[in-house]
């Protein structure tokens, strides 16, 4: 068994007038700012994928998909998850479970938790029952808690696969 965590953080483009709503686990929520990112800035696969590489010492995100690499600009983050999963599988492990923590003051993640994580586990192509998301606001500290970006801590556990002889 081995573990991985991945956190990614980023911030929101307070600007007005911007086309509104942020991609989560894969899902588009309607919000009042967008994502300031390279990619589609889906903060939740992000921390997944740096989690899932983390998990067989095989570097980081940024390692993997540099961001000054322009083929991931505005890239669809579920390429990320995909490409790391194989890495993990390619190492000989299995996923055995995700658990992550989305901490923002808004938008509410509440509504969208089960669609997330229908989401996620139809990527991984893995039981939904092995994805756990859940949220918590920052109680109104920093610029989490000032409502300027959104961070999501994500754990995996990852399983060797047994050998039949």
Not at 43 to 69: M, W, Y
Not at 85 to 99: A, P
Request: proline share 4%; aromatic share 4%.
């Amino acid at each position: 068994m081995r573990i991985g965590i991945g956190i990614d953080t980023h911030a929101f483009d307070l600007r007005t007038g911007l086309k509104l709503g942020i991609v989560l686990g894969g899902i588009l929520i309607p919000h009042n700012h967008k994502i300031i990112a390279h990619s589609d800035g889906d903060v939740v696969l992000h921390a997944i994928t740096d989690a899932l590489i983390g998990s067989v010492a095989e570097g980081s995100i940024g390692q993997h998909f540099p961001p000054n690499d322009l083929q991931w600009q505005g890239a669809n983050s579920e390429i990320f998850v995909i490409t790391a999963y194989k890495i993990v599988k390619q190492r000989g492990y299995t996923l055995s479970n995700i658990d992550l923590t989305i901490i923002c003051e808004a938008p509410k993640i509440g509504p969208y938790m089960s669609s997330m994580k229908e989401k996620i586990a139809n990527i991984l192509g893995v039981d939904p029952n092995q994805i756990n998301v859940k949220a918590t606001s920052n109680e109104k500290l920093g610029f989490l808690g000032e409502g300027r970006g959104i961070t999501v801590h994500a754990i995996c556990c990852v399983t060797q696969n047994v050998q039949k002889h």
